[in-house]
């Protein structure tokens, strides 16, 4: 059987930026937006766990609503070569019309050809936050450079 298309509107669609200082907390958006007459039940999953927070990371959708979800990479050094391998699974299913008693036991015990899934690959912008110091180096203007001009006049 061949795997379901996604009924998830997702925007971004194939690829998240990530612009920031990454010395810091960088967040981007997901909107995820249930374009059926149908609850969904959604999950977000990354490949490297330990480098993202998001939130939420699983929920239900009601039909034509929308959910943000916020990804947060956490304060890190670029390290190129493991970067461009970072991505993301959203992942759908129906929700039963029943009360949903646990979302970890339906996602368990459904089967993998009722799994909707879209992989989003991830882009990094690095964006140094720029300070007076920063600038009074780009300017040629280094604590030593200031104090000579001061103590020349």
Wanted: aromatic share 8%.
């Amino acid at each position: 059987m061949a795997k379901l298309s996604q009924v998830l509107s997702i925007d971004p669609l194939t690829q998240i930026t990530f612009r920031g200082d990454f010395r810091e907390e960088v967040s981007v958006e997901l909107s995820l937006k249930n374009t059926t007459n149908r609850r969904l039940c959604f999950k977000v999953k990354t490949n490297y766990p330990h480098r993202y927070f998001v939130s939420p990371n699983g929920g239900v959708i009601e039909p034509s609503q929308q959910q943000i979800v916020t990804i947060m990479l956490q304060p890190t050094e670029i390290i190129e070569e493991e970067f461009k391998l970072h991505k993301f699974l959203v992942q759908a299913i129906y929700a039963p019309d029943a009360q949903i008693n646990g979302l970890e036991t339906l996602w368990k015990e459904t089967k993998q050809d009722n799994i909707m899934a879209t992989k989003i690959r991830c882009a990094f912008e690095q964006i140094q936050a720029v300070t007076e110091e920063v600038r009074n180096i780009q300017l040629g203007l280094t604590n030593y450079n200031l104090r000579q001009l001061i103590t020349c006049r």
